[in-house]
């Protein structure tokens, strides 16, 4: 499987950025799932949100509830993180992922900067 993610920047504190990660379409068959990870600087690789590649199930982590949205755009085989009232904390290298299975590995596709100034 091969993942292309986009959309990462340096903004302002409180701003909005969205992040999108399309699949190969030759890749996207077997799919199960689509999550967004992220890590900060000298730090572990943290759970952003996660979907059924259906579309269904959008699960969040604790960071992410009540200002990050993830979903499915299933025309370009991508899973979109729409990242709102966003803090300096949310800085980090984020990362797209997708599994075949509910205890297969993750996959993993390059990471996108995201940096935000207070």
């Known amino acids: 499987v091969q993942l292309q993610a986009s959309g990462g920047g340096l903004v302002q504190d409180g701003a909005s950025l969205r992040l999108s990660c399309e699949a190969s379409?030759?890749?996207?068959?077997?799919?199960?799932?689509t999550a967004w990870f992220r890590q900060a600087p000298e730090k572990g690789r943290e759970f952003v949100a996660s979907?059924?590649?259906?579309?269904?199930?959008?699960n969040y982590g604790d960071s992410a509830k009540g200002r990050f949205t993830i979903s499915r755009d299933f025309g370009k085989n991508a899973v979109d993180l729409q990242m709102n009232s966003l803090k300096p904390e949310d800085t980090g290298v984020y990362y797209c992922?997708?599994?075949?299975?509910?205890?297969?590995?993750?996959?993993w596709g390059q990471g996108t900067q995201v940096t935000v100034s207070s």
């Open positions: 992922a997708v599994t075949i299975g509910t205890h297969t590995p993750w996959i």
């Open positions: 379409r030759r890749s996207v068959v077997g799919i199960y799932k």
């Open positions: 979907i059924a590649w259906n579309g269904r199930n959008p």
